[in-house]
């Protein structure tokens, strides 16, 4: 195991897998996700009030946009909170929408089945042997 200091109280703790966080704080965390999770399942609201988040949940936009990116929080596309990174289209986590990421995945797999193919076919450089050495 290794000894880290967690990233946002700064005490040490045995690290094994994941984010910098100490057990405390990542309890902590998951506990605001979910409080945020049913906040955003229970509201009708058409517009995200960030100082009301702010003040009920102590989580800034920033924190908010950073766990929909890492899909540790999902939110209704209508709220606009975040987009694709490719397109702009409004999406609810992550950083593509579905279109973008089917493209992107033929797109890799594409390419992957041409190299796979031009390898296969690449014909033996013939080698130089010497004789009796």
Known sequence: MEVKACNKCGRLYNYIV???FCPSCKAEKEKLLKNLDGYFKETDDVKIDFDYLNDEFDVSRNNLVKFARKEELS???SFELISCMKCGKSI???????RCKKETLDSL???YRELSLKKAFVEPVPKMRFIGK
Do not use: A, E, L, P
């Open 109 to 111: 797999n594409s390419t």
């Open 18 to 20: 994941g984010d910098n």
């Open 92 to 98: 609810s986590s992550g950083r593509f929408c579905d």
């Open 75 to 77: 939110v209704d596309s």
